[in-house]
């Protein structure tokens, strides 16, 4: 029942929780482990957001321009997906360039900026870091990886302002 629960002061984090059941045992073949640093064993499945196989025409330098024109103007959802494919690096660099050219439209309101996402990629828009006594590193280490990451460089990093409680055991 553990990840049916959560701490009503992280309600800030939007967190979303995917709990899977493998009670019949069909996902044994997906199920990975990592290894803490005492070694405990932690199980962990990689999942895929969006249709991987599928690869879309390239879009137009005008075509891209028109879907970030639109999604500004939109009040709804303001998210802009990039089709999975081969250029979908590129096409993501020419939407991030189309939507600074339009910054004025949420200059003081920066949560109304509309985010890019990457098809066959999870859709994160942000990440908060939970308290720990290195919150900040972790911060800086975590959004360094996402710079590196094309799909993920509009990701905003923030640390938890719930402050850290060192174990008292």
């Not at 990592?34 to 075509?63: F, S």
């Not at 003081?108 to 908060?128: A, Q």
């Amino acid at each position: 029942m553990i990840p049916y629960f959560k701490n009503g002061h992280f309600f800030e984090e939007a967190e979303v929780r995917l709990v899977f059941d493998n009670s019949d045992g069909s996902l044994n073949e997906c199920i990975k482990f990592r290894r803490l640093h005492d070694g405990t064993m932690v199980p962990y499945i990689v999942v895929k957001y969006g249709d991987v196989l599928t690869n879309h025409a390239d879009l137009t330098d005008r075509e891209i321009e028109e879907i970030v024109t639109a999604a500004v103007e939109r009040t709804d959802d303001k998210t802009i997906r990039i089709p999975h494919g081969p250029t979908q690096s590129a096409t993501f660099q020419k939407a991030s360039a189309a939507l600074d050219t339009k910054k004025k439209a949420w200059e003081g309101c920066p949560e109304t900026k509309p985010n890019i996402v990457c098809d066959g990629h999870l859709p994160i828009v942000g990440i908060t870091i939970s308290p720990a006594p290195n919150q900040e590193y972790q911060r800086e280490v975590i959004e360094r990886y996402c710079r590196s990451k094309y799909w993920l460089q509009n990701v905003k990093v923030k640390c938890s302002p719930i402050p850290y409680l060192a174990p008292t055991l």
